[in-house]
């Protein structure tokens, strides 16, 4: 356990840890499980920058939410980003499956990655303000953060196949079975929902069980989509889940709250 701990905040952020002494498909599968713990982590650190730029400034909404944005990709080590940016180079060129594959591994962006990154962070911050706004700051950004690595339970579930035989995605590929990734689901959306009703009411916690039901559905559609494109999931499609369920949860947060 205390391998997959290291695997996966080490995989996840750029907080020490320490290195596994051993990595395997176990310590893979551990380590995908304890990832909403890790979101968990980033997203408090996000929600107590958050908090404090309120604490000073109490009507600078807009830079609390670009502050706890930085702070969650800056934690992540801007990898997701990469992920994000690689997956949507690949899917918009169009090309067949051992292109996009190689597109996918060059240290190059495109000009979709580009437009991806911005709009992932255009989103956020946007999306997070008017949480913000509605008084649920510091805990939208928690709880959309720890939702958003929620997604990795289900990407590398057993049904989903690594796209290439190396790299990340075949250590944590096909690893998670999907009655495991139903059962940290249910955790994580106790805990969402119970921080939701104690800091606000009954409908933010209504909102917030809606919001990880659908960050969890647009895991299964990225994966899909990996699936039919590429042939499996890549540690690049991870990086993409995570970066495209973040928004996804603070928008709905904005919107439902």
Same mark, same amino acid.
């Given at each position: 356990?205390?391998?997959?701990?290291?695997?996966?905040?080490?995989?996840?952020?750029?907080?020490? &840890?320490?290195?596994?002494?051993?990595?395997?498909?176990?310590?893979?599968?551990?380590?995908?499980?304890?990832?909403?713990?890790?979101?968990?982590?980033?997203?408090?650190?996000?929600?107590?920058?958050?908090?404090?730029?309120?604490?000073?400034?109490?009507?600078?909404?807009?830079?609390?939410?670009?502050?706890?944005?930085?702070?969650?990709?800056?934690?992540?080590?801007?990898?997701?980003?990469?992920?994000?940016? /690689?997956?949507?180079?690949? @899917?918009?060129?169009?090309?067949?499956?051992?292109?996009?594959?190689? %597109?996918?591994?060059?240290?190059?962006?495109?000009?979709?990655?580009?437009?991806?990154? *911005?709009?992932?962070? @255009?989103?956020? *911050?946007?999306?997070?303000?008017?949480?913000?706004?509605?008084?649920?700051?510091?805990?939208?950004?928690? %709880? &959309?953060?720890?939702?958003?690595?929620?997604?990795?339970?289900?990407?590398?579930?057993?049904?989903?196949?690594?796209?290439?035989? /190396?790299?990340?995605?075949?250590?944590?590929?096909?690893?998670?079975?999907?009655?495991?990734?139903? @059962?940290?689901?249910?955790?994580?959306?106790?805990?969402?929902?119970?921080?939701?009703?104690?800091?606000?009411?009954?409908?933010?916690?209504?909102?917030? &069980?809606?919001?990880?039901?659908?960050?969890?559905?647009?895991?299964?559609?990225?994966?899909?989509?990996?699936?039919?494109?590429?042939?499996?999931?890549?540690?690049?499609?991870?990086?993409?889940?995570?970066? @495209?369920?973040?928004?996804?949860?603070?928008?709905?947060?904005?919107?439902?709250?």
């Amino acid at each position: 356990m205390i391998d997959a701990i290291r695997l996966a905040f080490g995989l996840l952020s750029i907080l020490p &840890a320490g290195m596994p002494s051993h990595v395997d498909r176990v310590i893979g599968r551990r380590a995908m499980l304890l990832a909403p713990l890790v979101g968990a982590v980033l997203g408090g650190v996000a929600a107590g920058v958050v908090a404090l730029v309120q604490l000073a400034r109490p009507d600078a909404d807009l830079l609390a939410a670009v502050l706890g944005v930085l702070a969650v990709a800056a934690l992540s080590g801007g990898l997701h980003l990469d992920g994000l940016a /690689d997956f949507a180079d690949a @899917l918009g060129s169009r090309r067949d499956r051992e292109t996009m594959l190689r %597109i996918m591994k060059q240290s190059d962006i495109g000009p979709f990655g580009v437009l991806s990154i *911005v709009a992932v962070l @255009l989103v956020d *911050v946007a999306a997070l303000t008017a949480c913000l706004q509605a008084n649920f700051g510091w805990q939208a950004i928690l %709880i &959309a953060t720890t939702a958003s690595r929620l997604t990795l339970p289900w990407t590398c579930r057993t049904t989903v196949p690594s796209a290439r035989p /190396d790299g990340l995605g075949a250590i944590v590929a096909a690893t998670v079975r999907p009655l495991t990734a139903a @059962l940290a689901t249910v955790a994580v959306l106790a805990a969402a929902a119970a921080l939701a009703y104690l800091t606000r009411s009954t409908p933010s916690a209504i909102a917030t &069980a809606a919001t990880l039901l659908l960050t969890v559905a647009a895991a299964l559609a990225t994966t899909r989509r990996a699936r039919t494109t590429l042939g499996g999931t890549t540690g690049d499609v991870l990086g993409a889940a995570i970066e @495209l369920t973040l928004p996804l949860a603070l928008t709905t947060l904005a919107l439902t709250l």
